[in-house]
């Protein structure tokens, strides 16, 4: 288990485990802090609960989100089986400023049955219903089909600032995607390793995003990504 510290930040207390920015929850007057609970899913094919969801169903059986009955596991997205086929899910309202007057957080732990098959997405991003390959605002994570690797964006008005061949992705195994923006740069780590290219250029300051998952099958097959947790919080204003 995991040893849980404590540390300041713009006045409120964050506590933090792993690394000093994988924050894990805060109080204080300026913090907003979600985190993905099982009574937000469902164990039906409702969508899940406080999202804003865009799913494709072409393809045989359909896009879900559900509750997931495994120990560790708290949700599975299942795609319908044809290629590009899949859901995207951001929260309602648009929270999260990436502004100098605060500090974010976003992470995910989550694994990919077929991780060179399936495109995957998670970040802070503007409310849309094409973030894999239409987006304008955001700072994430990607992996698209055809690769297991990973890179990081930050991107503002459409123009991006990326890095690629961050991390490898494989086939049912955890990995942790985590973004940190303290006001001016933002970090990315994976599994808990900072990514070497910090990212302060095209940093989206002038939108206000919202925590965003998206996953599509690259194949017609109906591939699956199982979350563990997923959080965000902000710190300040």
């Known amino acids: 288990m995991a040893t849980l510290h404590s540390r300041y930040v713009r006045g409120a207390l964050a506590f933090y485990e792993g690394h000093r920015m994988?924050?894990?929850?805060?109080?204080?007057?300026?913090?907003?802090?979600?985190?993905?609970?099982?009574?937000?899913?469902?164990a039906t094919t409702v969508d899940p609960s406080?999202?804003?969801?865009?799913?494709?169903?072409?393809?045989?059986?359909?896009?879900?989100?559900?509750?997931?009955?495994?120990?560790?596991?708290?949700?599975?997205?299942?795609?319908?089986?044809?290629?590009?086929?899949?859901?995207?899910?951001?929260?309602?309202?648009?929270?999260?400023?990436?502004?100098?007057?605060q500090d974010v957080y976003a992470g995910i732990e989550f694994q990919g049955n077929d991780v060179d098959q399936t495109d995957i997405l998670f970040g802070l991003c503007i409310t849309d219903t094409t973030l894999l390959g239409g987006m304008t605002d955001g700072v994430y994570w990607e992996s698209l089909d055809g690769s297991a690797t990973t890179s990081t964006v930050t991107e503002k008005d459409s123009t991006e600032t990326q890095t690629d061949s961050v991390s490898t992705l494989?086939?049912?195994?955890?990995?942790?995607?985590?973004?940190?923006?303290?006001?001016?740069?933002?970090?990315?780590?994976?599994?808990?390793?900072?990514?070497?290219?910090?990212?302060?250029?095209?940093?989206?300051?002038?939108?206000?995003?919202?925590?965003?998952?998206?996953?599509?099958?690259?194949?017609?097959?109906?591939?699956?990504?199982?979350?563990?947790?997923?959080?965000?919080?902000?710190?300040?204003?």
């Open 22 to 42: 994988r924050l894990v929850s805060a109080m204080g007057k300026d913090v907003y802090h979600y985190e993905l609970t099982t009574p937000t899913l469902n």
């Open 50 to 101: 406080g999202w804003t969801t865009t799913v494709v169903e072409a393809g045989a059986g359909a896009t879900e989100f559900d509750a997931n009955n495994t120990a560790g596991r708290l949700g599975t997205i299942t795609c319908a089986a044809d290629e590009n086929d899949g859901g995207q899910y951001q929260l309602l309202g648009e929270f999260f400023e990436l502004t100098s007057d």
């Open 170 to 237: 494989t086939d049912a195994t955890d990995q942790v995607w985590e973004i940190y923006c303290d006001g001016s740069s933002v970090y990315f780590f994976a599994d808990g390793t900072q990514s070497s290219t910090i990212h302060t250029t095209n940093i989206p300051d002038d939108e206000a995003l919202t925590l965003s998952l998206a996953v599509l099958t690259g194949e017609a097959t109906a591939n699956t990504v199982n979350v563990k947790w997923l959080r965000a919080i902000q710190i300040g204003r």
